[in-house]
């Protein structure tokens, strides 16, 4: 249900979250990315590349009002599963299950913004079951890369309980990630997993035999 004209919030962020280097890590990036490149958004809202950064996010955090957070999540679900948690489930949730350090990090952003009376007020969590995370250099599976459109779906229905319409066409944004890691960029010039050696290299990594 709609929140009321008065408790619309006027400043939104949207973060993506993760590590594009390793395979489903990506995830939030890429649904932020995407997201600039589907959806023209209005100038109170923020798409944000958030990375890996941890307490570096603190201060996007502290200036929303409301927040939408796309991650790759641990739910102990089926791969590709897509969840949706909201405000005090967020912050108690990514503390409890950990999948890596940049969660870790944002956990510490979500506690210390809380600490300073600065957390915003609305929190909305879209996050996505991975099927691979220990694949160095890899791209999002198939399954896990599907589920982009409905993620970004879940968010174009947050954003429209807050009173806020995302029309097709583009956001631009100095806060998404480097032309060099964008998704078309990344997966045309990135080795396959033989010539990368993603797995290791049995040369100095030999099978057991």
């Known amino acids: 249900m709609p929140a009321s004209h008065h408790d619309l919030p006027r400043r ?37 590349d958030g990375g890996t950064q941890g307490l570096y996010l603190l201060p996007f955090l502290e200036e929303a009002e409301a927040v939408i957070i796309f991650d790759a999540i641990d739910f102990g679900l089926e791969p590709g599963t897509l969840h ?24 510490e952003v979500l506690s210390t913004a809380q600490l300073l009376g600065r957390c915003p007020a609305q929190l909305t969590l879209i996050g996505c079951q991975p099927a ?3 694949d160095f250099g890899g791209s999002l599976r198939p399954i896990v ?39 078309a960029a990344y997966e045309d010039g990135r080795p396959d997993a033989a010539l990368a050696c993603r797995s290791g290299d049995e040369r100095f990594f030999p099978e057991d035999n």
Do not use: Y
């Open 12 to 48: 939104i962020l949207i973060l993506g979250i993760g590590n594009v280097l390793w395979a489903d890590e990506g995830f939030g990036v890429r649904c932020v990315e995407a997201m600039a490149e589907r959806f023209a958004l209005p100038e109170n809202v923020r798409l944000l």
């Open 84 to 107: 949706v948690l909201r405000d005090g489930d967020v912050p108690a949730f990514m503390g409890a299950k950990k999948m890596s350090l940049h969660q870790t990090g944002f956990q």
């Open 132 to 134: 691979e995370i220990e």
């Open 145 to 183: 890369s599907d589920r982009i459109p409905e993620a970004l779906s879940a968010a174009v229905a947050e954003l429209a309980r807050w009173g806020v319409e995302a029309r097709p066409g583009r956001t631009e944004s100095i806060d998404l990630v480097d032309a060099s890691l964008a998704r």
